[in-house]
């Protein structure tokens, strides 16, 4: 049986494949036939008795479902030296990879699938999420157009071209994309929450807040959302609503420095002193997060022009 001991070694042999040379993936050649026979070829001892593609992706495929990884990357492998182009295997690959955290080599992995098929959902959506999650919208939003175009059920592309266009300031198209992600994913939180950031930022806080509260009611932990809808209840002044939303989360001196937080960063200094100060008194311990806190409201200038700090978008892509 293969074990753990062998994932360095699969790695190796994903470049000794040239699976980084998709430009010019050569076909199934004498040569290459006359390399998987040869006895001293690393995958052929790894499994003698695999003969074809086919076995080497089914035992691939009957290792994942049972749960081990590092067994289904050399039957994946081992499929790619039959057919270096199996778009199947290098999904599956580029997936393992991703679960295992190595984003880098399943960025490379997805990269050559596209160099087989340019129109390929799935590599076109992780690319796109992946540039996203760096900050490159360029190339992010490159990657999930395409992504939607191939395939317009697409939740996660939607999702993510929701949060780009939101970072360029065009909440209608941002609605539309998350309208379209909660049509396929209904009850979602996340996109529930993204929804209501985007209707925030538009100016319409009642449309926002009931989003917000929708998202809580299929997660009523959902720490984004509370922050939102906390966020709004201090900037109208309802700071119980927003103590007790703050409680779901977190204990009580918690709660009163992050509400001091945000009316630090609205100009309410003087409530934000108040409830530093709370938490301070509330903390069973020393709390230096509201001392620290403290020391930085009594450095602002008083006639600072009021910040007004936009809700959080979700982390999730």
Not at 8 to 16: G, K, P, R, V, Y
Not at 43 to 49: C, S
Not at 263 to 288: H, N, R
Request: glycine share 4%.
């Amino acid at each position: 049986m293969l074990t753990q001991k062998f994932t360095m070694l699969a790695l190796s042999l994903l470049i000794l494949l040239g699976l980084s040379a998709c430009n010019t993936l050569p076909t199934k050649t004498d040569q290459d036939q006359a390399s998987l026979n040869n006895p001293d070829n690393i995958l052929n001892l790894l499994d003698p008795d695999i003969k074809t593609e086919e076995q080497a992706f089914s035992k691939a495929e009957a290792a994942l479902n049972d749960g081990k990884a590092e067994n289904a990357l050399f039957y994946y492998i081992k499929t790619l030296q039959f057919n270096k182009k199996n778009i199947k295997a290098l999904e599956k690959i580029a997936s393992i990879h991703s679960h295992q955290q190595h984003p880098e080599l399943a960025v490379k992995i997805y990269q050559d699938i596209l160099a087989i098929d340019s129109q390929n959902q799935l590599a076109n959506e992780s690319l796109g999420l992946y540039f996203l999650d760096k900050g490159q919208t360029g190339k992010a939003k490159d990657y999930l157009t395409t992504a939607v175009a191939t395939n317009s059920a697409n939740w996660k592309a939607h999702n993510g071209l929701g949060v780009i266009a939101d970072l360029s300031n065009k909440s209608a198209e941002a609605i539309g994309h998350y309208q379209n992600a909660l049509a396929i994913q209904p009850g979602n939180p996340m996109l529930l929450n993204n929804l209501g950031y985007s209707y925030y930022l538009s100016g319409d806080e009642i449309k926002a807040k009931a989003l917000f509260n929708q998202a809580l009611g299929y997660d009523n932990r959902y720490q984004r959302a509370i922050h939102n809808l906390a966020l709004i209840e201090i900037k109208h002044d309802n700071l119980l609503n927003a103590t007790a939303l703050f409680n779901r989360l977190m204990p009580a001196h918690e709660s009163y420095n992050n509400i001091g937080y945000i009316c630090m960063l609205l100009g309410q200094y003087k409530v934000a002193e108040e409830y530093f100060t709370k938490a301070i008194d509330e903390s069973p311990v020393y709390f230096p997060k509201a001392q620290e806190n403290l020391k930085t409201l009594a450095t602002l200038e008083t006639k600072v022009a009021q910040y007004k700090q936009p809700p959080a978008r979700s982390d999730g892509f």
